[in-house]
């Protein structure tokens, strides 16, 4: 773990679990109490994903968090949620998608197009995210992790193994 600034704090950089790893396949828990703990785990959720290059969002579980907290930054909007609830769009496309906790690996996937994702922010107050294409796969993918499904859950069983055979460390 490093830390980094943000704002006038220094937060931590947490490593990313991956596919492997069983906290993936829980399903978080919601979050009860908007404390300075919950405000923590957010400002270390966007510090993490900012470490990277390419990185678009970020679930709590990704760091071992079983709550639900997602963040997101792409094409200048970026912000996160708490205890969200997406309503989806019925048109639906495909496009390649990655996973920061199956580094370097892209799969193309059908996601729908457009979302209205509902939840709260850090304090509490009431947010709503309308996003279209890739921000409306970026929410859909980190809402997946809240729940234990792995991207990889929604390919074909064929599909499914070559990509896990790419994902997952051989051994």
């Known amino acids: 773990m490093t830390t980094r600034p943000i704002g006038e704090l220094r937060v931590t ?14 399903v978080a828990e919601p979050v009860r109490d908007f404390d300075r703990e919950l405000r923590r785990l957010v400002k270390a959720l966007i510090a993490t994903m900012r470490a990277g290059a390419g990185r678009a969002g970020l679930s709590a579980p ?24 997406l309503e989806l769009s019925e048109r639906r496309i495909i496009a390649d998608e990655a996973c920061l906790s199956a580094p370097g690996v892209w799969w193309p996937l059908e996601r729908s197009y457009m979302v209205t994702a509902r939840g709260r922010d850090m304090f509490g107050k009431p947010v709503t995210v309308r996003a279209l294409g890739v921000l409306a796969r970026v929410l859909q993918h980190e809402a997946d992790h809240l729940d234990g499904v792995l991207f990889s859950d929604h390919l074909e069983a064929g599909e499914r193994e070559r990509f896990l055979a790419a994902a997952l460390p051989a051994g």
């Open 62 to 85: 990704q760091v071992g968090e079983p709550v639900r907290v997602m963040v997101y930054s792409y094409d200048g909007r970026s912000g996160h949620l708490v205890n969200p609830r």
């Open 13 to 26: 950089v947490r490593p990313i679990r991956t596919f492997d790893d069983p906290v993936l396949r829980s």
